[in-house]
C-alpha cells in the first residue's frame, strides 16, 4: 500500500525554524505533483504549498517568503522548510500526493509554535 509518513515536527519558539520531511513508500514521487496541508485548531485543512513534478512550486500568500518546498526524488522525499515561524503557524501539518486519479495523504506531523 501506497504510505506518505510525515517527520520533522515539535515546539519552536516564533521566530524559530523547522523543517519537514514526508517520504513515501510504494510511491514513485517524481510522477507526482507533491504538497503540504495544514489544518489548525478550529479550521478546516488549508493548502500551505506545491511542487510540481516539474519542480515549479506554489505558497499560500501566509507562508510565502517564509517557506520553502523542495523534493528529493531519489530518495522519495519531500520537504518543507519553515523560517521565521509564527504562532498562527500552529497546526498539524500533513503530506499529499496528487496523481491522474488518486491522491495519497500522510497522518500528519504537529508544529506548535509558542513561547
Known amino acids: 500500500q501506497v504510505q506518505l509518513v510525515e517527520s520533522g515536527g515539535g515546539l519552536v519558539q516564533p521566530g524559530g525554524s523547522l523543517r519537514l520531511s514526508c517520504t513515501g513508500s510504494?510511491?514513485?514521487?517524481?510522477?507526482?505533483?507533491m504538497g503540504w496541508y495544514r489544518r489548525a485548531p478550529g479550521n478546516q485543512r488549508e493548502l500551505v504549498a506545491t511542487i510540481s513534478s516539474g519542480g515549479g512550486t506554489t505558497t499560500a500568500n501566509s507562508v510565502k517568503g517564509r517557506f520553502t518546498i523542495s523534493r528529493e526524488n531519489a530518495k522519495n522525499t519531500l520537504y518543507l522548510q519553515m523560517n521565521n515561524l509564527k504562532p498562527e503557524d500552529t497546526a498539524v501539518y500533513y503530506c499529499h500526493a496528487q496523481g491522474s486519479k488518486y491522491d495519497y495523504w500522510g497522518q500528519g506531523t504537529q508544529v506548535t509554535v509558542s513561547s
Open positions: 510504494r510511491i514513485t514521487f517524481s510522477i507526482y505533483t
